[in-house]
């Protein structure tokens, strides 16, 4: 019975400390306004959405950098309390940065036939 009952401890305790950090490459920039987290709402131990997909294109015009996924006290003594039946989680999504790409202009950078010492 201690045997079970110690196995049960360490399988609850171990399901609270998990995180999932997604990037995508680009430069961070700011969260979206509500974004930053935000209570991302889920069911029977996470396998059935319960928040819905959110639609990165237009919460994030010039792309996604990061995407973070992690419980906190709160969210995983809601959790706890149902059974893991009702899983929430904190979501933060992170925009990309803009990147402006500037053209060099003809006068500075293309050199001319002149300048490299050809007739």
């Not at 950090?21 to 396998?47: A, Q």
């Not at 950098?65 to 419980?71: F, K, M, R």
Request: hydrophobic fraction near 35%; charge should be negative; aromatic fraction near 10%.
């Amino acid at each position: 019975m201690l045997r079970a009952v110690t196995l049960l401890l360490f399988s609850l305790l171990g399901t609270g400390c998990i995180e999932t950090h997604l990037y995508s490459g680009l430069p961070p920039g700011d969260p979206p306004r509500g974004y930053e987290n935000r209570w991302h709402v889920s069911y029977l131990f996470g396998l059935q959405e319960g928040s819905g997909p959110y639609d990165l294109d237009a919460l994030c015009p010039s792309g996604w950098s990061e995407l973070t996924v992690t419980p906190d006290f709160f969210t995983s003594v809601a959790g706890l309390m149902t059974f893991y039946l009702y899983t929430p989680n904190r979501v933060t999504i992170v925009c990309a940065r803009r990147i402006s790409i500037e053209r060099p202009s003809s006068a500075q950078g293309t050199p001319t036939p002149e300048s490299k010492g050809q007739p």
